[in-house]
């Protein structure tokens, strides 16, 4: 996709004259199968209104009482009500899974047509009873069900636009006009009120218009759910096949022994949830003649169905040269066929660890002791090759009993995340108790988070909510880990999750809180929360709303500072995750409310969409936490003079919250703070610092340069900072400003900015230095720190690059050749960003990638 987004960056193309037409708005065009929808819903109405008129006035005339009149409709709308009941729950299903939707289509129609045929013929109460008490039961039943059936394979679009239309003005308007021929027939005579069963002409009329009508609308039902289908229109779980169709057989069947591969892969898809039978001979030659992909997808579809692919099969396809020999040999297994051992021991010693693990694990399937199949699998386990692990691992999800508990935890630990995922899948089948701790681990690293996540829900919640606790309040505990451990917490709500989850709220961390506020979300959604606990956040909110009333001080008080710049974008990062997190635990009292969408409306700044945020808050806030939410999302107020009214005791002095930052477990808070002092040369406020207090990995990482580093040394650190042969010419922090000026990275915050920092090599550069020539592999990108490069494409100058730009970055990110050579014109200094390390950043932090598409987007749209 980011490939795709740059490719219009890559070379200068001239711009298309485009006649620009209006776009005429889109009609409501019927094609053929809503048009047979339509006229089935019409004629359904019109006829219902005939005989609902037939059946009143037959009563009216068998009752003359009034009292007996009700009565008798008071007994007819029981009996057909009690009918529709047992219709729907017990019926209408048989029909449709049994006989399908064209039974469903002619069950209404036939019954109409043999009572109208009745009436017609003895006119009297019984016959048209027959007519009326089949459109009553059977409409509110069957047909309705067939109806819903019918619009499953239109587009949603389609859908929206066509059944309004349909169910509203056509249904009305032929009841109208059913009413209005009655009319016309009776008050001219044409049909006599003693003779009122010639009406019946007219229905069974339009009720073999309806029977023909129901072929058709079959038919175009199949087509259109097969077309639905292959255009990924339709979700599956909304459908159930009907077997016994041929159609929809011959349409699968078809599916499957197209030349499209995807074709084939979806339609075996689409098999999981159905009888395989049909399909066996088409199966068994996808077995046998499909491609790899298709023959691995055929096996799983039958892996426990020997009656559709035999042991026979299976046994035919143990080849040593077979991609798919390893899982057949695994699928035998699993089926107990008998003398298993005999026909795959030759594979033990295999030279391909698929074959032999695969062989191992099939014959202890069937002999526990097997000694050489145990030392098989013990040795391709004490592997370093992660390939070798994963394959082997593979083949013992459902035997996790072969697998020591010391290669348990090394793999849980190990440092492929392929093998931590295979792993976990282990666990997935067996949870043990003995590996809870690790497992939690792994939902620190995005690539095992899934895994882990699917493996902790084996586990009794209570046990996992307990673990939460231990990792969420140790000091010690990876920020990563936290945050993996909060995006998880919402799968084991209970109580004791959100009171776990509630007494976290006074973190220092704004990460940490909005990963609470959001696992807070998403358990309210599931269930209401206990008042108890919702009057716990409330007092939270009043101390979340401080912190923001302070940020927005401190950067009034620092706006004019250039050695700030660093604090000054913290701020805005800061301001921008504490106004979502008063939303969303302001609002957990009333889950349905779509707080994202109003995240949004505060985050786009739009004047006309905040009144409606200030609306909500509002309504939905307690009084007191309103006065304190309000002041911060409306623009048009003195934030500063309110925070102080509110909170008379935030730190009027900006050295005092500065101080209170580098005593914050927060790194980076930490990190800009010391250097704002250093670099103001704010002396009152470093003498005061309790250096034995800050963290040694500050003095460590080359956060500040080698200046700062020594003046630290001389006076408060007693050379605590480590001696450096060759330090470098940067800082992180000055490597961090410097990346800020660079439009690909200006509006990613500086501590997950650094991180690229951190990464970024400085290169000095002489003149007439060739950085990168036209054609060359992409794998790096360039910032200018200082110098100036000429960007060449043919001999000629494209552009002059100086100080902020960065040079390279689209080859960085799609990977295609350099498109131009880049020379330095005078001596330069560079900052160098591989590609491997800025992808995995970009793996394990969203933020970065989120950021930098958000960029190219922004290109995209100013190129249009």
Known sequence: VMAQMLRPFRMSRKPKKVNSKPVAKSKTEFEPYLKSIALLIGLA????????????????????????????????????????????????????????????????????????????????????FIAKFSDQVFKFSTNNAVQEILWLPVAPEKKKRAKPIIDGTIRSGLEGLAGVLIFALVSFK????????????????????????????????????????????????????DINDSHIVDTIDKTLKDDDELKQLFALDLLWTLPLHPWKNTLQYLFHHGSNQIQRAVLELAWHQPGIITDQLLLNSFKEDSELAPFAISCAGDRMIPDIAEKVSPFLKSDNPSLSAAAAVGILKQDTNHHESKLILDSLMESDDPTILCTTIGFLKQSGQWISTENKKRFLGHESHDVRNQILAVFKGSPDSDFLVSIIRNLANASTFDSAKSALKQYDPSLVTDRFYHFLFAEDSPLRLKLGILKTAHEFSSSD???????????????????ISNALVKMSKNKELEAEILNKIENHIKAISKRAFQLYLLRDQLKNVSQAFLIQDHIESDLNKVIPILLKLGT????????????????SNDPDLLPIVLELVDSTFSPENRKHTLPLIDPDVDRIKIGQELFPDLFRNPNDMLGHWIKNPHFWKTGIALQYLLNSENTAVLKIIKWDKIPNSIFTSNLFNETEQNYLNRNFLNDKFPIQENPPMYSILEKTIILKSVDLFHNIPGDVLTRIAQIAEELRCEQNHAIFKEGDHGDSMFVIISGKVDVIQNDHSITQLERGTCIGEMALLDQEPRSADAITLEESVLLKIDQEGFFQLMASNPEIMKQIVKILTQRVRSMN
């Open 588 to 603: 957990l009292k009333k889950p349905d409310i779509p707080i994202e969408t109003y995240i949004r409306y505060v985050k």
């Open 497 to 515: 999750m959100a009171e776990l989850l509630s007494s976290g709220l006074n973190d220092p961390d704004l990460l940490i809180l909005n990963g």
């Open 45 to 128: 109405a019109f006829v219902s209104k005939i005989i609902d008129y037939q059946f009143k006035m037959m009563a009216a005339d068998a009752f003359p009482n009034q009292n007996d009149l009700v009565s008798f409709f008071g007994t007819y709308y029981m009996s057909t009500g009690a009918a529709t009941l047992i219709m729907q729950f017990f019926v209408t299903g048989f029909i449709l899974t049994r006989f399908g939707i064209l039974a469903g289509l002619l069950v209404l129609p036939i019954f109409l047509a043999i009572g109208s045929s009745g009436f017609l013929a003895i006119g009297t109460l019984s016959a048209v």
């Open 190 to 241: 044409l049909v006599p009120q003693d003779n009122i069963q010639l009406l019946s002409l007219i229905v069974i009329l339009g009720v073999l218009f309806w029977l023909w009508n129901s072929f058709r609308l079959k038919d175009g039902y199949v087509n259109s759910l097969m077309k639905a289908i292959e255009n990924r229109q339709l979700n599956l779980d909304d459908v159930e096949f």
